[in-house]
């Protein structure tokens, strides 16, 4: 592991890197890479977000309380995985 939550940041472990996370409550790392966290889009909605890291980027997993119907977000101790539609998208840990 080389990265900590502490916080709204993401630490590098040996303290060259620190990141501020667009948004809050950030949950567990997954590979070391990816983390889960709520973040308001442009209009004020909140949504859930992963944010990746290594680019740092972060992509919405869905909208609280929109009428479209949200993905399923599965969590489990070496990954994270969930469907939008017809496709999965799959975050493993095999370290873990």
């Known amino acids: 592991m080389t990265w900590c939550l502490i916080g709204n940041q993401a630490t590098r472990r040996d303290g060259s890197q620190v990141l501020d996370l667009p948004g809050d409550s950030p949950r567990s790392l997954v590979a070391d890479r990816f983390v889960t966290m709520n973040q308001a889009d442009e209009q004020g909605r909140k949504a859930t977000v992963i944010f990746d890291l290594a680019t740092p980027r972060a992509g919405r997993l869905w909208i ?21 539609g017809d496709k999965w998208t799959v975050i493993h840990d095999p370290d873990r």
């Open 64 to 84: 609280l309380n929109d009428r479209k119907a949200s993905p399923t977000l599965y969590t489990d101790r070496e990954m994270r995985y969930f469907k939008r």
